[in-house]
């Protein structure tokens, strides 16, 4: 063994268990009661070995408008964070990555970065052509608007092209991912939270699902509906997972941790799309996440320039950097709700490595990468910006408690600060 991790508390496929985990070459060979090994790696009573977490809901930014968030500064974020994979959204950059060009480009401003990253392509109305390209160049699946972006070079499709793209990818048997809200639904915002959240009211979200879940049957391709917010929609979700279509839904830490009665007008540090909704819908996901209709938590981290945070809620970046918090955060409320480390591992590690098909990540079992991260599950801390890796460390969790702190993390058999992650594509990992 080049390494032996020991613990008492390991998160594994088979639950949480006290054992040795051996790593040769990077990979993970052996999950045993003992390893002998002249290097082992002795975690503290009160830390836990858990898998990297894989965040497959990441808008790096780069190139174009790296001044939001740049490779370098989201992936010593992700690794601060315990965070060892990402993939990386198809818009916000310019240009965004809907041809394989654009793809290329990604790929040489993803030089140097601290985890491993991967993309997303993006279905435009006329890149149809571009799919199948995009595919084999090793985009993990396909995201896609009903509504506009909030950045013009990135425009939204139609039902009826989102179902001609469907069609084409459910041949090639790619994932489509989609932010489902629907846009004759959304009216213009008002500048205070009220008006926003009744501008994008939960029927919008319900709306484009029902659209999304009918097009899922229609066409027999594979979809994601993206950053769950609105809880009415679970019942739509559940329904389709028993009619066994190929759907699958997340939500992020912000939807889970706030609700709309604690924002204030101004606080446009709280602004996403779809909106943080009422105390009682946070509670309806959190039970959706313990039912298993949400499969998994991605951070939806979608930083902006601090100025463009600024104003109201008309007018400001619609976004919430999370991408270093979302372990604490989401440890915070589940455990306060009953639910384990096992629970976090499922939908934080498991579940998105099980979406974008990456074999290799989110788990600790033999064949893995030894990607894994050595946490403090009852450590508390409060968060300072200016701790934050984040390009612009505007965040909605400043001054809050959080409970788990990140000590180490590993990415293939190293500690993450003596190594650099690399770029991933679709069937490689
Ligand atoms: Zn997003």
Known sequence: MDLVFRARRVVTPQGEIACD????????VAVESHIDSPNVVHLADDEVLLPGLV??????????????????????????????????????????????????????????????VGFWGGIVPGNL????????????????FLLHSGVDE????????????????????????VHAEDPHTVRESEPDYAGF?????????????????????????????????SSDALSTLGAAKRESLRISAETCPHYLTFTAEEIRDGQTEFKCCPPIREAENREALWRGLRDGV?????????????ELKEGDFATAWGGIASLQLGLPAVWTGARERGFHLTDIVRWMATHPARQARLE???AIEPGKDADLVVFAPDETFVVDRDKLHHRNPVTPYHGREL???????????????????????RGEA
């Open 21 to 28: 985990v051996g790593v040769i070459g990077g990979k993970v």
């Open 55 to 116: 965040d497959t809901h990441v808008h790096v930014n780069d190139p174009g408008r790296s001044e939001w968030e740049g490779f370098e500064t989201a992936t010593r974020a992700a690794a601060a964070g315990g965070v060892t994979t990402i993939i990386d959204m198809p818009l916000n950059s310019v240009p965004p990555t809907v041809d394989v060009a654009a793809l290329e480009l990604k790929r040489k401003a993803a030089a140097s970065v601290s985890v491993d």
């Open 129 to 144: 052509a571009d799919l199948k390209p995009l595919h084999e160049a090793g985009v993990f699946g396909f995201k896609c």
């Open 154 to 177: 990135f425009p939204a499709v139609t039902l009826v092209e989102l179902e001609t793209a469907l069609r084409k990818l459910a041949t090639l048997d790619a994932l489509t991912i």
């Open 197 to 229: 959240l009744a501008s994008r009211p939960r029927e919008a979200e319900n709306k484009a699902i029902r659209d999304v879940v009918d097009l899922t049957r229609r066409t027999g391709a594979r979809t994601h509906v993206l950053h769950l917010s």
């Open 294 to 306: 949400i499969d998994l938590v991605v951070s939806d981290h979608s930083p902006s320039t601090a």
């Open 360 to 362: 290799t990540k989110g």
């Open 403 to 425: 409970r788990g702190v990140v000590r180490q993390t590993w990415l293939r058999g190293k500690e993450v600060s003596t190594t650099r992650g690399k770029l991933l594509r």
